[in-house]
């Protein structure tokens, strides 16, 4: 089976690697991909939404499976490209369709669609420009902290925590009135802030039936213990000791199963990944986000983790056999620690040259590439989020070291990375 993957960070680098374990696999590409994926596969230079080129490339290359990695190209409909050319409809498309894909496209949507089904979620209003005004008075009744949330993609930089009202008048504001966030922001989600632990879970469903895969936590602050700003993710850890089977329980009834369900009869065609994003407090659990793919850097956790052909597993979902499936998980704690570039999540420079990673002797540890491209016989930066190591251990504490000391191996100008990644359950496994 020749196989498409579309993307270019460090998700996409994981699953490339998982991918070429299989023996289903004859071919892989990668649309662009980055210098990790080209150790996997052959790179394409072709933009994730280009639809057009990425037919081509289908046809060039006798493509039988396409999977998709980030949300853009699934927002945009690329499932319904397919499908709807009959040239191409024979082509295996993991990932929803568009109107489907609104799950993450839109939050309005998805709050929509929880409330209308009953899935617990935080309480909230949505307004428009033309109703700003009510969503200012709506501001000044809410408790602190308001969560302020653009309805469309924005980079994942769209949710706003606001302290105190002020701040929070302000922001709707320029979310609204000034564009903050262009298109995304022009519908915007007040919603109650969630006080708890927050982790992520994640199925394949293929539309009726689905799997269970293993769960993670991302940390997204930039800075030491979880302060500064917010950025597409500094690292990930996954088993969790708070995700008990009580809990799994509680958020396969009233979550997982109750939106493959109505996603069925509601006609929105899913055949793919969901991510719950969820909120737990005192073993109860809330939906702060879904998003229609896997996270990232939570895939370079829980994709190691999994032992199944992830081939096998992408068929079964595309003939609908999931049923047919069961997930063989690795019981070892897996940390993966992301090493980003200087001044990153703000302005940074590219093309700093990668050293060590010809050097490194890799046990229990994987390097995966999220911003790197090669230049010549080297490896270059080429993004804020730069290399995700991935390390298994006895417990979380044990990889998030071992993820570490493969850093401190590995240098390029202005690097910097959070040793702290997995504070609260390290320190948990330090006294035990």
Known sequence: MNILLIGAGGREHTLAWKLKQSPLCSMLFIAPGNAGTALCGTNLAIGVSDFDAIANACTEHAIDMIMVGPEEPLVKGIYDFFKNNPGLQHIKVIGPSKEAAQLEGSKAFAKAFMKRHRIPTAAYEEFTADKYLEGVEYIKKQSLPIVLKADGLAAGKGVLICQNHLEAAAEFELMLLRSKFGEAGKRVVIEEFLKGIELSIFVLTDGEHYVLLPEAKDY?????ADAGLNTGGRGAVSTLPLVTPELLQKVREQIIEPTIAWLKKDKLVYKGFIFFGLMTDNGEPKVIEYNCRM???ETEVVIPRIKNDLVELLMATADQRLHEISIETD????????????GYPGDYVKGKVILGLDDLVLEDCIIFHSGT??????????????LAVTSYGA???EAVEQSNYMLEQLHFEEMYYRSDIGFEFTLQDNRT
């Open 373 to 386: 491209k090669k230049d010549g016989d080297e490896i270059i930066t080429n993004g804020g989020r730069v």
């Open 295 to 297: 996270g990232d850097p």
């Open 220 to 224: 997204k602050r930039v800075g030491e």
């Open 395 to 397: 417990n979380i504490a």
């Open 331 to 342: 019981e070892r704690a897996v940390a993966t620690v992301v090493a980003v570039s200087g």
